[in-house]
């Protein structure tokens, strides 16, 4: 197998590098990590940001506002020697290479190289593209795009071993296809080599832009049927406007989505093409708490190079699976008191939930009915928010201050905290320290729902609308919660009942019940875990990547 280009415009590999904004990044992250895990010849492409997404801060009501500190390169990446022109708005800009190598559980290096405009010799504009993180307006991220995708496979002119197959992770990446074709790639080369993931099973969510923007950054590389191509590619907007998606899809033999439902969807929004379903997985050690890793350590043989061994999550004595949970509850707990100032209760369920504040995802939902919510749970359960809404996104600002807002009026009979600029540490944090993961998005809109993967593998039972992974994974009552029977359609007032029935009638029951029964729950969780890591989702993609010619 030749080198495959892993192109993704964003990536989380670690907190502190913030190249990503959620759980499209983050599952980028996990990918290559996961590649150099199985020894894959696999190389990252993105883009350096040096503002990143945004650091959130939020008043005592709730009200969100972003800093954009510099994010200084040389605390996290190596500079590389190579640099190299793209044309660009009739000009020649200069693109610097920065590098980091992610090195698998035994020995295999998987390199992740970020390229940078921030040259002083470039003009404001294009110094610009590395920024911010989806910031700006169509000028700025399709100029982005264009450095991704054009300068993403002008990276693999410096490098040695030759580019042999193209994974796009989203939309965002599709010029580099039309690069390659610009470079001489066949049609039927390009279609074979490449494989594209959607996740966004929304129009909406699907990058487009004006041909006549598209035209001018794109000058010749574009093909003459360009439109066409989105346009029989089943986009919704019959190719009025450049669906990079759309593109993607038309250029590609191989496409998928990312669960069994995602790809249902995803074969509704892009003609009569073939969805191929690979359910995201998570990269286990990174996603497991220390707590935990150390349990496992001891119980399961070499859950690590193996992670299928957690399947044998049973065969923990129950006593330590207990204390190994109670350590990672009390290290959120001790967190959110340092954070925020409030000290929540050790016997009282805690549940979590954390993504980003989009507003198909309800964050607030459970806050529907408050009366309703003080008869089941005052004085037995309570709460740890944490997400971000994009800086632009008034409605999923309005999210954050609603929840401030219920949190005032129950704060009495259930504690409600929100921590502060949701990362990859405090993902971790609260998918290993929280008693319940909840999700209540607007079927089908989840995608996958990465983070409640995350909880399982800590023995953190998912209470969840079936969406994404869940319908896969979920045995009601064994392993966690379904929410509702799977309805499609949007409404609010059902969805919060029935998360309040399931809080009455079976959560806080089996939660009071004692230790040896929610234990039950807590082991058939993790083994549920154990069919989505990314050593599982990558062997997938493998097969994909074996077709490359």
């Known amino acids: 197998m030749g080198l495959v280009g892993y192109f993704t415009a964003e990536i989380g590999l670690w907190s502190e590098l913030k190249t990503y904004s ?63 022109n793209l044309n660009l708005d009739d000009s020649e800009i200069v693109v610097n290479v920065w590098k980091t190598e992610i090195i698998g559980v035994k020995g295999h290096k998987v390199p992740v190289y ?75 080369q390009l279609a074979k080599n490449s494989l594209f993931t959607t996740h966004t099973p929304v129009p909406a969510g699907h990058d487009r832009f004006a041909w006549d923007l598209v035209k001018h950054v794109m000058r010749e590389k574009l093909p003459s049927d360009a439109q066409d191509l989105v346009k029989n590619a089943g986009d919704s907007e019959n190719g009025n406007r450049c669906s990079m998606s759309h593109l993607a899809v038309a250029l590609s033999t191989s496409v998928n989505a990312v669960s069994k439902l995602n790809a249902e969807v995803a074969a509704n929004m892009f003609g009569d093409r073939k969805i191929s ?152 944090d609260m998918t290993s320290g929280v008693d319940i993961w909840l999700n209540n998005p607007i079927r089908p809109m989840e995608a996958s729902g990465t983070s409640g993967m995350k909880a399982a593998m800590n023995g953190v039972p998912n209470c969840s ?9 979920c045995i009601h009552g064994e392993n966690g919660w379904a929410i509702g029977n799977g309805e499609d359609d949007r409404d609010d007032h059902r969805d919060a009942t029935n998360i309040y029935n399931v809080l009455e009638n079976e959560v806080i029951p089996k939660w009071e019940s004692g230790l040896e029964e929610w234990a039950e729950v807590m082991k058939s969780s993790i083994v549920a875990s154990a069919g989505f890591t990314g050593k599982r989702m990558i062997r997938d993609y493998l097969e994909f990547y074996n077709k490359f010619p």
């Open 22 to 84: 959620g759980g499209l990044g983050v599952l980028a992250g996990d990918h290559v990590k996961s590649a150099a895990d199985e020894g894959i010849p696999l190389v990252g492409v993105t883009l350096l940001y040096r503002e990143g997404y945004g650091v959130q801060h939020l008043d005592s009501d709730g009200n969100q506002t972003e800093s954009f500190p510099d994010l200084d390169p040389n605390n996290h990446l190596e500079k590389t020697d190579i640099s190299f």
């Open 114 to 188: 970020f390229l940078d405009t921030f040259v002083d010799s470039n003009v404001e504009l294009h110094k610009s593209l590395s920024t911010r993180l989806y910031g700006g307006d169509d000028q700025t991220r399709i100029r982005q795009e264009y450095v991704l995708g054009v300068g993403g496979v002008t990276l693999f002119d410096h490098l040695e071993g030759e580019l042999n197959g193209l994974h796009l992770n989203e939309g965002h990446c599709t010029f580099a296809m039309l690069e390659l074709l610009h470079r001489g790639w066949t049609r039927e």
């Open 277 to 428: 379903p690979i359910t995201n997985g998570v990269h286990h050690v990174t996603w497991t708490s220390k707590n935990m890793s150390l349990l496992f350590d001891r119980f399961l043989d070499d859950w690590k190079t193996n992670p299928q061994n957690l399947t044998k999550a049973n065969t923990i004595p129950t006593n330590e699976l207990v204390n190994a949970r109670e350590e990672s509850r009390k290290y959120l707990r001790d967190r959110i008191k340092s954070d925020t100032g409030v000290e929540l209760f050790e016997d009282r369920l805690t549940i979590g939930f954390a993504r980003r504040f989009a507003t198909y995802k309800r964050a607030n939902l459970v806050f529907h009915d408050l009366e309703r919510l003080r008869k089941i749970g005052a004085n037995k359960i309570q709460f740890v928010f944490s997400g971000k809404a994009h800086p632009r996104d008034m409605g999923g600002k309005d999210l954050i201050r609603s929840i401030f807002d219920s949190a005032s009026e129950i704060v009495h009979e259930i504690p409600v905290v929100f921590l502060e600029d949701y990362d990859m540490e405090i993902g971790l």
């Open 465 to 473: 609308i079936l969406d994404g992974w869940w319908p896969e994974a």
